[in-house]
């Protein structure tokens, strides 16, 4: 068995699992800890180290979560064969340490992730003092099962909001709440029915992509224009059905213009064809003015509106809805209510609260302004220190753009070396349904996780890593 | 417009909403307001009665719940053509009121539903402490996204106590979390593979069934016997995975004993052969020894374990889990982690206090203790008041029993007859594939929702509704 035999110090800012994985990472990479090596099991580390199993655990996690380490069923926990471009603090700090007396500092990692979310503004002191108000609220009612299409209340203000700020227009009666984006749509694919042919943007969201296909469905990629997804190419297919981005085309970041709106319903007006509008983060728009969505301005009642909280609220309690059409709706009340409302009725009440004491508009706007700063960071850090070796694609909005690096370097290599100066870039290549990762010379950052100093710490070690 | 006028009584000890949903319902059931008739929108309602539109809402949603309206998308809320049977007060409450200054009182209903639980006992206090633990616990890193499979912590702990309880082995690593039964069967389904043929209990749960069908599986009703599902019938299928409920079968109440265990496993044993266990309401047993879960009796890695809180804890917060055997855990590590995690992190970092801190332990010895009493109550009260002329089926556990009544009455008489008395009981003919409605004597009874007052009434009620 491996011995990993720290001293933890308990007055350090960071918390003692970080501070194990940190060290276990550590002897990772300078190669103290070998590729296929097993990990103590929980029991015994903690016996070792003197510390919880759940302090082990959520090391043993943070490892796993990171790529080191990675758990094969009922064998316990290996070393992965880690990418040597990983070791990047291999030169400074993998001198003969002794890690009974000395704790390793690690450099932080840089990390454009496009999922990650700014919650220092969130009011967290009112969420709790509403989150109390919903578990004494008529104690008790709230725990038992609730309506399957969500509460009547929160239905309301998202029918409210969603008029107001978006364009939608709906009744209550219209949504169905539910935990994710993915667990809607399955629902959707089943209401609308998985006999069509579905449309998706190419590249467009593969999680959209991938649940589809799971569930048996056609698909059919459709490429995009600067306007996006493209009209013509859609009318060549047998596609009825057709998922887009229209706020903030995923990945590209295109605003779809009010034309090109109005072309896509056009094509909808035939019989049982049905647009999938997901307004993943329409909430953010930092240039020109607002379009109103797609749901607006359909007349035939042919357009799914998808919305979420994810980005906009709080990512962890899962509250996404869809907005109906009438013909689908009447297709839900007569056979899906038979499926159980899958988000939590409490967070669904404290959601209601917070929205209807107006924190919800202030925390928006709050968001709003924070990202739109950062926005500008990142744009003007690209523009001083990349300039023209880059473009920049979809910046009018949302919390990511599209960076075209013209350096000859592929994806891979972008991201690798990129890596090697301790910043993490994503790929682009896996949001297409063909994944064309050698023609690509385009990467995605996502900034909304990231602090101002570290976007602009990030954009001159790319600058570096890149050779620009 | 119907018009729609009564003083409501703030020292009512009724919440408004039931206040109002009762004056309407009586409105109905005396005939003042008629079948098909259109309810006044809510804004209007609101602004005649000076209530919030959140009441009328609830009313509403009240009176839809009870199947006396229904909505019309985009059109409104109309009266049904209400049950004639329904119409149990007529002849008490139906004299000329005058709503302005008489409120009507109401004979409560006894609902012998078998999705109620009892929260009396839930101790709300400790579950609210524990919630703002998780709110304050390391400020906001349970907001972000967690892991897909759920929270690592409270993993451990579902493991540890389903193998002390249910004689379940599994490590944290093989347990799945999801918001509900239907949303885990869904993705259980899409990992053992929808070209499998699936075989279900007839009758069955019909959750499982529907959900599975709407997937686009294939399914086949397996006939009983007394013993649980007929293995010589399942043999001759061309099935390759059985979804069973051991513990209490789903709804005939029966408990499989240890050799029929034995036998479906050996049927499993085939290549691709899997054992779905739903162990539903396992917690709660009245009669006999214990029998180990089929997945603890298990060699070959071939039964997937279904639990869920939704009985033993809080329906409403939506947390289920499945337990994946190593090979369909490897099948799951490899494409399924895609899907984001359906449970509140919040939620789940909370049950994990709750259980680690031993809370969950004894309110499951408390909740055992309470339904064992009513299910003493429910029996005694059959066999003394209705005698010989029922046979009570499935008795051993859960928090519903089956009831043949010898009265020949086929299942609809049963039912309206009850309700006509004011007790609603349950129809056992949708459990079954072919839905065998006139051949079936029997009803469902849920007894975890009601007092055992209630029940002894009900009970006296049914007497006098079945003429027995």
Not at 20 to 40: D, S, T, V
Not at 316 to 330: Q, T
Request: proline content about 4%; hydrophobic content about 35%.
């Amino acid at each position: 068995m491996i011995e990993i035999t720290l001293i933890l110090d308990n007055k350090n800012s960071k918390p003692m699992y970080i501070q194990l994985a940190n060290h276990i990472k550590q002897e990772i990479l300078c190669g103290r800890i070998k590729p296929n090596e097993k990990l103590p099991s929980k029991r015994n580390l903690a016996n070792h180290l003197g510390l919880s199993i759940n302090t082990i655990q959520s090391a043993y996690e943070q490892l796993s979560a990171e790529g080191y380490v990675e758990s094969k069923p009922r064998k316990g926990l290996f070393v992965t064969t880690v990418n040597h471009d990983l070791k990047i603090n291999q030169n400074q700090s993998c001198e003969k340490v002794d890690s009974k007396t000395k704790l390793i500092q690690e450099k932080p990692m840089i990390d454009f992730n496009s999922g990650k979310v700014d919650l220092q503004l969130f009011p967290y002191s009112i969420w709790r003092k509403l989150t109390l108000q919903s578990l004494y609220e008529d104690e008790g009612k709230l725990f038992y099962m609730g309506n399957p299409q969500g509460e009547v209340n929160l239905r309301e203000q998202i029918s409210a909001h969603l008029y107001a700020s978006r364009g939608v227009r709906c009744s209550p009666e219209q949504i169905v709440i539910g935990a994710g984006i993915q667990v809607l749509l399955g629902l959707l694919c089943l209401i609308i029915g998985k006999e069509h042919t579905y449309a998706l943007e190419n590249p467009g969201f593969h999680r959209t992509r991938i649940t589809l296909q799971d569930l048996g469905v056609q698909t059919v990629p459709i490429s995009l224009d600067e306007d996006g997804i493209n009209i013509t190419h859609l009318k060549k297919t047998d596609a009825n059905v057709v998922y887009v981005t229209p706020s903030h085309q995923f990945p590209n970041g295109m605003i779809m213009p009010i034309s090109r709106r109005m072309e896509l319903l056009k094509w909808a007006e035939e019989k049982n064809r049905y647009i999938i509008e997901d307004d993943y983060d329409g909430e953010y728009r930092y240039k020109g003015k607002p379009i109103p969505s797609l749901q607006g301005l359909d007349k035939n009642e042919k357009v799914v509106y998808l919305g979420t909280f994810s980005k906009s609220l709080i990512p962890s309690i899962r509250i996404s809805y869809i907005v109906l059409p009438s013909s689908l709706l009447n297709r839900y009340e007569e056979h899906f209510t038979i499926y159980k409302q899958t988000v939590s009725r409490l967070h669904q009440d404290t959601l209601f609260r917070f929205i209807n004491d107006g924190h919800w508009d202030s925390h928006l706007n709050k968001m709003r302004t924070l990202y739109r700063k950062k926005h500008e960071t990142l744009t003007s850090a690209i523009k001083n220190l990349l300039g023209e070796k880059v473009k920049v694609i979809g910046q009018k909005s949302g919390l990511h753009i599209v960076l075209e690096v013209k350096n000859n370097m592929n994806e891979n290599e972008l991201i690798s070396k990129a890596a090697s100066k301790g910043v993490k870039v994503y790929p682009l290549s896996i949001y297409y349904q063909d994944g064309l990762q050698s023609k690509v010379h385009r990467i995605l950052l996502g900034f909304g996780g990231l602090t101002e100093t570290e976007i602009h710490i990030g954009i001159r070690l790319l600058k570096v890593a890149w050779e620009l």
